[in-house]
């Protein structure tokens, strides 16, 4: 059975930083891309930043850009978001969650695209940005 | 980037009443977008992905429909249990976004 636990969260003051980590079991974590995606309060969902299954590539929400980092030891099952001069408007519950690996056919490139699908979700952990 | 335009933000209906959420892309997303249940204080639960594929162990009151730039999700008959709130997302194209939220409560 697929599991993730986030853990590393809690209070950072505006301006610090914070590192989340995501411990994975039940799948085999080197063959995946993964995900983090957040949820403010009283908001809805929010995708941050997407990881490829070898760390070769990743990519980030503009609201984000340049502030976090996402990683992965694939050694170790775990993947990582680095927090940098996180603002309040960074407060949010933050999920670890498992891309599906799924591609589709795209005609005008003549060749397959990656889909971002998520398929299972942590029970996230909570970060607030407070001085 | 691809916007979900979800409708209504949140819905007022009596036990056993079927109830429909919209979901539009504002560009074709082929047949790529899921939706989610979450309940307060949970993770968001896949229950469609596909538009129409439900996942094991989803109830079969649940279902998806649509493609390109319109979609739609039904509870045939709705159950206490159901009271949550819905998000649909695409994962056609990075970056895959999420629709504001159906808060679905109990008339």
């Known amino acids: 059975q697929v599991h993730l636990m986030e853990s590393g969260g809690g209070a950072v003051q505006p301006g610090g930083s914070l590192r989340l980590s995501c411990a994975t079991s039940?799948?085999?974590?080197?063959?995946?891309?993964m995900h983090w995606v957040r949820q403010g309060p009283g908001k809805g969902l929010e995708w941050v930043a997407f990881?490829?299954?070898?760390?070769?590539?990743?990519h980030y929400a503009d609201s984000v850009k340049g502030r976090f980092t996402i990683s992965r030891n694939n050694s170790e099952n775990t993947l990582y978001l680095h927090m940098t001069s996180p603002s309040p408007e960074d407060t949010a519950v933050y999920y670890c969650?498992?891309?599906?690996?799924?591609?589709?056919?795209?005609?005008?490139?003549?060749?397959?695209?990656?889909?971002?699908?998520?398929?299972?979700w942590g029970k996230g952990t909570t970060v607030t940005v407070s001085s | 980037d691809i916007q979900l335009t979800q409708s209504p933000s949140s819905l007022s209906a009596s036990l056993g009443d079927r109830i429909t959420i919209s979901c539009q892309p504002s560009?074709?997303?082929?047949?790529?977008l899921s939706w989610y249940q979450q309940k307060p204080g949970q993770a968001p639960r896949l229950l469609i992905y596909?538009?129409?594929i439900l996942e094991p162990g989803v109830p079969s009151r649940f279902s998806g429909s649509g493609s390109g730039l319109h979609f739609t999700f039904t509870i045939s008959s709705l159950q206490p249990e159901d009271i949550a709130t819905y998000y649909c997302?695409?994962?056609?194209?990075?970056?895959?976004?999420f629709g504001q939220g159906t808060k679905l409560e109990i008339k």
């Open positions: 990881i490829r299954f070898d760390g070769s590539n990743e």
């Open positions: 596909d538009s129409s």
């Open positions: 039940g799948f085999t974590f080197s063959t995946f891309g």
């Open positions: 969650v498992k891309d599906g690996g799924r591609t589709y056919y795209d005609f005008w490139r003549g060749g397959y695209s990656p889909l971002y699908y998520m398929d299972v």
């Open positions: 997302q695409h994962y056609y194209s990075l970056p895959p976004s």
């Open positions: 560009q074709d997303v082929r047949k790529y």
